[in-house]
Each structure stands twice: as C-alpha cells, then as structure tokens.
C-alpha cells in the first residue's frame, strides 16, 4: 500500500461499509499509511485497472514475531475472484521474510469466510476461542442483517509461521477441558498440566496491570507474575474496571509455570475465552473474559463446522456459569 492507496483504501471501506467501520484511522488516508510508515501495521492492496482500489489486507504487529490479521475487505464486484487469496499468500511471504512467526485474528462468527481462512488456508491454524459480547454494536452497509443485536462477538485464532515449540501447557483445572478442546484439530506440540508440585512456592504478590478502552466499553487485565494473593488482585482490578464502565473484561495468564495451574477464578466470573500459544516470548496466554451479561444472542452465527459449533457451546456454558457463581 503506498500514500495514494491509502485513499483508496478509504474509499473502498465506505463502499463496502459505509461510515460504521470498527477501524476509524482507516478513514483518515495520512493517518492509516503513518501507522505503516511507522511500524505498526502492514497492508496488501488490489487495484483495478481504472486505478481503483478493490481490495485490502493487513496485519497489526504485536511485537516483531507476533502480528494480526485484520481489515480483510474486498470491492463486492471483484469478489468470487481469488483477490483476497493473492493478497493473503504476499502478505505471508512479507511477514515470514521480515521474522514473523506466529499469526493471530478474530474471524467473524456472522459468516464463515474469514473462520475457513484460519481452518484451511493458515497451515496449522486453528480456531482457538470466543470473545463474547466483546465490542459494541456496529450498523454496517449491506449487512445489516449479518449483524449481532447488542454487543458482538469473535472468534479468536491462531496460526504459526515457524516451528513450535514443545513444552507443558499449565491451567487450573476448570478451563482443562476448554483447552483439550481447542487442540483436538490440531498436532500443537503441548501437553497440559492442572497439579502443581506441592512444594510450589509463589511470590508473595501478584504483578499484573490493567487497561480500559472508552470506545469499546471494554478492559484487559495483563497478569505478568502470579502470587499467592492472584485471586484478590484479580478481584480489585475487575472492579476497578467494572466501576471505570467495562462491559467486557479480558485478564490474560502466562501459561509457561506450574502457578498458573492455580489460576482458578470462576468464581470472580472469569470465564474461558481463548489460548493462544507464543503469544509473550516463550509462553502461551490463557485468555479469560469477564461479561456484564451472559447472554449471547446466536441467532446470527453461523459456525463453520460441528467442531466450532462445540467450541462456542461450551465457551458460552462456561461464561453462564461463572456469571452465575460470581453472582451467588
């Protein structure tokens, strides 16, 4: 994408979307290619031959070995055409050529198009969880009725780049079972633990921060050492989140140590959402999501296959429960 596409690439989104895309710098062509100028994204574009753009890719960095996919948009003339297949395998061979390794997204759960990417076309990739109700409402041109009522829910998926490595995989219990499920399709070289020896000695404190998006009415929690008081620092964060106006909580655990077994918290309503391996240098990350409301409108879903449909039955099962427990 150079400066010129950029404008297309605005032009193209309104096209297809109007003025209701989630992604708002994509609006502003200067401010969309600073942010690839600057490192933060990289963007594949199509372009027809009277000039227009007609299709659009990127992938947000997290990191120099992690990036995500993202803003997958094609002009609907040109759809049915392999567009977004040759914009998909260049931006593959820029991302390994540059060192990265590890490819995460959130496919749409209101069409299967972008899940069967992940599923078919990322080799080894594979749907690894749901974040539910996790983003506001969004009226888009031409799919309005592809839209959630209410909040929205993602997927969430994960494909590598390069070769994984294999080491132990600790999480408490209750989110065990979550987890095996996610891995099923997949050879992932891990092996989950839930019993930490028990002569496990912990830091007395828990080291994590906290964040809230305004916009999206939404927070993370980023745990990055687990102490002995985990559950109690859990609770003061979430409520200090939930007072900031958080509608969704997303507190995420390294997985790479035997503490994070005992990272139970259903009963601070804290959910399975996702895995994604490699995620912070060397450990996986269990996703875990707080929800005001547990009740998931599916009427629009439409899963790609009996597995993905098991996945989010069991995910929103979860979400009821510690909802439930939180509120015992």
Known sequence: MTAKDAAGVAALVRRC?????????????????????????????AVAGDGD?????????????????????????YRGHGV?????????????????????????????????????????????????????????????????????????AFGPLATMREHDLWVAPEYAALVALVMEP????????????????????????SSF????????????????????AVAAARDEMQVAGARFIELQIPTNGPAAALAGLLDQGFSFAAFLPEMRGHADLLLLQWLDDPNVDRSAWQLLNPHVESLADAIIAQAELAFERKNA
Request: aromatic letters at 8%.
């Open 17 to 45: 979307y109007g003025d209701g895309y989630l992604h708002e710098r994509i609006y502003h062509p200067e401010l969309f290619f600073a942010d690839q100028e600057a490192g933060h994204h990289i963007s594949e574009v």
């Open 53 to 77: 753009v007609v299709g659009h890719w990127a992938f947000v960095f997290h990191g120099p070995a992690v990036a995500e996919s993202g803003m997958t948009i094609t002009d609907e003339r």
């Open 84 to 156: 977004a297949s040759r914009m998909e395998a260049n931006l593959h061979a820029r991302l390994e050529k540059i060192g990265v390794k590890w490819m995460m997204g959130e496919p749409v759960l209101v069409h299967t198009a972008t899940q069967e990417i992940v599923v078919t076309r990322w080799e080894k990739g594979a749907i690894t969880g749901m974040r539910l109700k996790s983003i506001p409402h969004i009226d888009l041109e031409g799919f309005k009725e592809q839209t959630e009522h209410g909040r929205i829910s993602l997927a969430v």
């Open 186 to 209: 997949t050879d992932w070289p891990r092996t989950i633990r839930t019993e930490p020896p028990e002569d496990l000695q912990l830091p007395e404190a828990t080291v994590l921060s």
């Open 213 to 232: 998006d305004e916009q999206l009415v939404r927070a993370e929690i980023d745990v990055e050492t687990i102490g002995a008081d985990l559950s109690s």
